[in-house]
């Protein structure tokens, strides 16, 4: 049987997801069920490097550390660091795949899309229970062409929120 998925979504950025994940996965976890956490994209200089060498956000680490499962690329495949003002390193499942100022960006989520899926569909396939974490703000209008975040992609795995 496929894994339930279900998507948490907020107000803002730092009002507590990361968090609230972390405690349902280890809640879950202690139930007995396959949890994985799974944030789409995330924008953070505090990263962690994983068993295989790529790099994710610490929050994802520390919600598989919740889950008793080891941190993977694919639980956060898109990972924005920030560099100046404007710019961002973009690391996907792990590994660096260039740069680009915020309004390039928007023109690459698009290609993006088709990993952040995949990683999705992998942790969907050795759990039963996957806890997706949404970025920001749920309704950043100027953020919502090619979400990929949020509710873009709700919509394109089929997430309930």
Same mark, same amino acid.
């Given at each position: 049987m496929p894994a339930c998925a279900l998507m948490f979504q907020g107000t803002g950025s730092d009002v507590g997801k990361s968090l609230v994940v972390a405690g349902l996965a280890r809640a879950y976890a202690n139930r007995g069920l396959k949890v994985r956490p799974f944030k789409p994209q995330n924008m !953070?200089?505090?990263?962690?490097? *994983?068993?295989?060498?790529?790099?994710?956000?610490? &929050?994802?680490?520390?919600? +598989?550390?919740?889950?008793?499962?080891?941190? *993977?690329?694919?639980?956060?495949?898109? =990972? /924005?660091?920030?560099?100046?003002? *404007?710019?961002?390193?973009?690391?996907?499942q792990g590994r660096v795949f260039g740069a680009a100022k915020a309004a390039q960006y928007q023109d690459v989520k698009p290609r993006l899309l088709p990993q952040v899926l995949e990683s999705f $569909?992998?942790?969907? $396939?050795? &759990?039963? =229970?996957? =806890?997706?974490?949404?970025?920001? !703000? +749920? $309704?950043?209008?100027? /953020?919502?062409?090619?979400?990929?975040?949020?509710?873009?992609?709700?919509? +394109? +795995?089929?997430?309930?929120?």
């Open positions: !953070s200089n505090n990263a962690e490097v *994983t068993e295989d060498g790529g790099e994710i956000g610490r &929050a994802q680490a520390l919600q +598989a550390r919740a889950a008793r499962v080891a941190p *993977t690329v694919h639980m956060n495949p898109v =990972l /924005l660091k920030p560099q100046g003002a *404007t710019g961002a390193q973009i690391i996907v $569909s992998l942790l969907k $396939s050795d &759990a039963d =229970l996957v =806890l997706v974490e949404g970025a920001g !703000s +749920a $309704s950043e209008i100027n /953020l919502r062409a090619n979400d990929i975040a949020n509710m873009g992609f709700a919509r +394109a +795995a089929d997430v309930p929120v």
